[in-house]
């Protein structure tokens, strides 16, 4: 019998995990042709989750976990949970049942019998949440996919369910600077999009706020895409073409006219600007050098304190 293994990256889900278990175990039955194993990875939560995890495991012999020694993100519990995994096919979900596991029988079917290496999830809504954030998110997907010549899908969940082809595919990349929305879409591989109506979260809550969602799409555009290198140089050119033309205005109108001195309050203002400018454009670079540099370093993207 084949073998599918759920991987779950927890961060202080203590209260969801167990609710999370019992809905996940109603569907899995229903699907007997399958072998599941549960890979939970605790993200070096504070509260009791890796307790929860324990007892599961002793309960439940297709209970595994992984412990981080710390909170390493979302990003590195993917990559350990599939590392993990030993499965024919690795499905990743929240802990916090956002990710309906009813959906489980449609995607195995679009993996087998339909003929898709991967079957993901996207929601169609963004029902119960601010507004401000659906608008900057909506953003975002606009800009990325003009930037990076990888398809990003709005309202794309983590939730997929995969094959172990590409299961292999994601692990061989080993970046530290891990940007699975990008990831997904770099692989490649034939994706099946199951809608699903957007829902609230059990319990616990969200570990995700404005300022945090903002850094992690800035991380996102520099680990795909190169654009804003490019749009910088594109800036610079164009400056000094400007120059070049006002340049010559400026020696003509002196030699027709004379030279009064008047206008330094527009020179003043154009240092300003072209100040802000240079910043802005080294910053960009500076984006760049730095995450170079993490690379370069070439850390691990995880640590391990206890597994089973
Ligand atoms: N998570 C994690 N490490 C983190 C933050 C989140 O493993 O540093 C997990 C979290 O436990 C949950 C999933 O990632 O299972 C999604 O997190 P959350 O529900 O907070 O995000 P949202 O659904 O609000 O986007
Ligand atoms: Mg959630």
């Known amino acids: ?104 029988p449609d995607m195995y079917k679009a993996v087998t019998e339909e003929g898709f290496d991967c079957a993901a999830t996207r929601r169609v809504d963004r029902k119960g949440e601010p507004v401000i954030r659906s608008f900057f998110a909506r953003m975002f997907y606009r800009i990325m996919n003009k930037m990076a010549k990888i398809d990003m899908v709005d309202g794309a969940r983590d939730y997929r369910f995969m094959k172990r082809v590409m299961v292999d595919a994601i692990l061989s990349m080993e970046e530290y600077n891990r940007f699975s929305k990008g990831i997904f879409g770099w692989v490649g591989f034939d994706t099946k999009w199951i809608p699903f109506e957007n829902r609230q979260r059990v319990a616990g809550k969200t570990k995700w706020n404005f300022f945090s969602l903002f850094k992690y799409s800035l991380e996102g555009m520099v680990a795909f895409s190169t654009a804003p290198l490019v749009w910088a140089s594109i800036i610079g050119l164009l400056f000094c073409f400007i120059a070049f033309v006002a340049v010559c205005v400026l020696v003509v109108r002196a030699v027709v006219f004379g030279d009064p001195v008047a206008g330094w309050p527009s020179l003043a203002c154009m240092i300003t600007f072209f100040a802000g400018l240079q910043l802005f454009c080294s910053g960009i670079i500076g984006m760049y050098m730095a995450k170079s540099y993490l690379e370069l370093k070439g850390r691990p993207i995880y640590i391990v304190k206890e597994k089973k």
């Open 1 to 104: 019998m084949e073998k599918c293994s759920l991987v779950v990256p927890c961060y202080n889900e203590e209260e969801a995990l167990p609710l999370f278990y019992e809905e996940t175990e109603k569907v899995i039955q229903t699907m007997p042709y399958l072998e599941f194993e549960y890979v939970f990875v605790n993200d070096g939560s504070s509260d009791k989750t890796a307790q929860v995890m324990k007892d599961l495991a002793e309960k439940d012999e297709k209970v595994h976990y992984v412990l981080f020694s710390r909170n390493f993100g979302k990003e590195a519990a993917m990559y350990a949970g599939m590392k993990e995994a030993t499965g024919d096919y690795v499905v990743i979900m929240d802990a916090d049942l956002q990710d309906p596991p009813e959906l489980l």
